[in-house]
């Protein structure tokens, strides 16, 4: 089964890491990715720009509209995800909790629906 971890995080905090942090933390997640390719476990994932490059949409009564940045202010934003194949849920949570950013944000585990 399929699950998305998405990972959420406070982004000013990121911003704000001096450069030997920031690298350590490059280094960890590159650790961790390159841990799930090996285990057959990962499926895709990247990190996301800062929600300052966001645009939501929505449609309303036939119009669409645009509002810059996220839908909602929130403490943690969503910086990342894992697309990842995992036997259950058991061991979709045991992916997630090895994500570096688990120590400090928090990672959201959602199956994902498979249309055939």
């Known amino acids: 089964m399929q699950y998305l971890l998405l990972i959420y995080r406070n982004e000013q ?8 942090d920031r690298q350590k933390v490059s280094e960890e997640y590159g650790a961790y990715t ?3 390719i090996q285990s057959g476990h ?3 994932g990247d990190g996301l720009q800062p929600t300052t ?3 939501t949409v929505r449609v309303r009564e036939g119009k ?6 996220p839908f909602a202010e929130t403490r943690e934003q969503l910086g990342g995800y894992y697309l990842v194949e995992a036997k259950d849920l058991d061991t979709a949570i045991s992916l997630a909790a090895r994500i570096p950013e688990a120590r400090e ?6 199956p ?3 249309y055939k």
């Open 112 to 114: 994902v629906m498979i």
């Open 105 to 110: 944000g928090s990672i959201e585990v959602r």
């Open 34 to 36: 390159q841990s799930i």
């Open 64 to 69: 669409t509209l645009t509002t810059d940045g």
């Open 53 to 55: 490059t966001a645009t």
């Open 42 to 44: 990962f499926k895709a």
């Open 13 to 20: 905090k990121l911003i704000n890491m001096n450069p030997t």
